[in-house]
């Protein structure tokens, strides 16, 4: 998969980049981000994207997804019951956004292994 993403000329894989933000409507469209975080080449840049994956860490840091995706009282992404998919097509929530029982590595790996293969199904599905 990961030497299908890197020859996909539609998949751009952006390294030291930190995301400020996600811009759109009803679906995300585009995302504020900041190169190089505290280097001499600090710069912020803004993109057109029509797909985002984001790793998150240990608590739900969801704030940027709220006006797409449902979240619970805490902020917890919900996701469609022994799925990674979200109640926006195309979106996965894998590991601890979208956990609040268990927060483990090994639970957020198999989570991130389920959104990968439906990610690959969804991509398969459109041609890409």
Known sequence: MQDRVF???KIEVLFEHETLGLTGDKVVQGANLVKRRGQADEEQVHIEIDGFFLAIGH???????KPWV??????????IPGTPRTNVPGVFAAGDVADPHYRQAI???GTG??????????LS???L
């Open 7 to 9: 020859k996909n000329p």
């Open 59 to 65: 608590k739900p840091n969801s704030d940027i997804f």
């Open 70 to 79: 449902e979240t619970d009282e805490v902020g917890y992404i919900k996701t």
């Open 107 to 109: 639970t957020a790996a």
């Open 113 to 122: 292994c389920q959104a990968a293969i439906e990610v690959e199904r969804y």
């Open 125 to 127: 599905e459109k041609g």
